[in-house]
């Protein structure tokens, strides 16, 4: 029987993530922490589902908690690591690092002091990659990772995140997964880890493909990983790739993009959405791991009216 913690249970896929292991049967208990008050989505899950409001980023705070008496009672013996932290830049490691490196690096080498703790899935983005030239980049997870991302520093910390767990995957005792996923979509359309669509800069006469999964997906992937007796990387995507103006609003017209095509040169490409053309191959996952999307996403309408829809395929 699984005993799991989790941190930043307080997030969407957080909240997804409850839902799925409350209803295994293989889970016994869970246990959230989360830089916010306890979420009232809980309320439903309360009988196998605990929660702590915790600054994972603080040394002081983690090491408290794994010597509190309810870490003692809760007892996990696996632990699921969300990105979702708040990036305050006022609190920062030596080196300018943003907070998911601390955090995620002080949380495995306390689950390495523990023995109870068997299990370490660790949630990645696949914007951790570095794509080659061209629009259609369609890596594995052998793929170089994009250590030139010095301009972003949240993609920066991906990858340091990244490379933190995968220095532990050969740790004789715990197993640990990594899962990079692709945009993460919410039921609500919402995008969550995607920079190409958190920003309205247009990379003129580039437009990045992206490989798209539904929150919900991404739990059950982590759920899976969860039971897998094996340490591996694992790429997460659904089946659909979308191009970016096919997943944004569009704020600008065709005139004008046509008028500031003509005047910029291609050299001039936004270097920044360069990096962003991801296609995710999942053969891995799938024949391994055993994961295949039990969703779709759908872009309806167009222009201002358009919506992102997350639906159960058929």
């Given at each position: ?9 307080d ?12 209803h ?9 922490l989360?830089t916010?008050?306890r979420?009232s ?9 605990a929660?702590q409001?915790l ?11 794994f010597q ?11 632990v699921?690591h ?10 920062r ?11 995620t690096?002080?949380?495995i ?6 023995k ?5 899935v ?13 629009n259609?980049?369609f890596?594995?997870e ?5 250590f ?9 910390a991906w ?15 715990m197993?640990?997964?990594?899962l ?7 039921e609500?359309?919402e995008?969550?880890?995607?920079p190409?669509l ?12 992206l ?12 759920l899976l ?15 659909e ?6 997943l ?12 500031i095509?003509?005047?910029v040169s ?13 296609v ?11 994961f295949e ?5 759908e872009?309806r309408h ?10 159960r395929a058929?």
């Amino acid at each position: 029987m699984r005993r799991v913690l989790v941190t930043h249970l307080d997030s969407v896929v957080g909240r997804r993530l409850t839902k799925a292991l409350y209803h295994d049967p293989d889970v016994e208990l869970v246990l959230g922490l989360g830089t916010g008050p306890r979420p009232s989505f809980l309320d439903a899950y309360e009988e196998k589902c605990a929660y702590q409001q915790l600054d994972l980023a603080k040394a002081r705070h983690l090491n408290e908690f794994f010597q509190s008496e309810r870490y003692q009672r809760a007892r996990p013996n696996a632990v699921i690591h969300l990105p979702f932290g708040a990036v305050r830049n006022g609190e920062r490691i030596p080196g300018n690092v943003p907070t998911l490196v601390s955090e995620t690096r002080r949380l495995i080498e306390e689950c390495k002091k523990r023995k109870s703790i068997e299990r370490f899935v660790y949630l990645s983005t696949g914007f951790v990659y570095r794509p080659e030239p061209g629009n259609g980049n369609f890596v594995g997870e052998d793929h170089l990772l994009g250590f030139d991302a010095a301009d972003d520093s949240r993609v920066r910390a991906w990858i340091d995140a990244d490379l933190i767990c995968q220095s532990e995957l050969n740790h004789s005792r715990m197993k640990l997964i990594i899962l990079r996923s692709a945009t993460i979509v919410t039921e609500s359309g919402e995008f969550i880890n995607s920079p190409p669509l958190e920003t309205d800069r247009v990379a003129i006469g580039y437009d990045p493909l992206l490989s798209v999964v539904a929150d919900r997906d991404v739990a059950r992937a982590l759920l899976l990983s969860l039971h897998r007796s094996q340490s591996g990387i694992f790429n997460i995507a659904g089946r659909e790739v979308f191009s970016r103006t096919d997943l944004r609003v569009p704020t600008w017209s065709a005139t004008t993009r046509a008028l500031i095509s003509q005047a910029v040169s291609r050299r001039r490409r936004d270097q920044a959405l360069q990096r962003y053309g991801i296609v995710l191959n999942t053969h891995r996952a799938e024949s391994e791991l055993g994961f295949e999307p039990l969703y779709r996403v759908e872009v309806r309408h167009t222009g201002t009216a358009r919506r992102i829809d997350t639906v159960r395929a058929r």
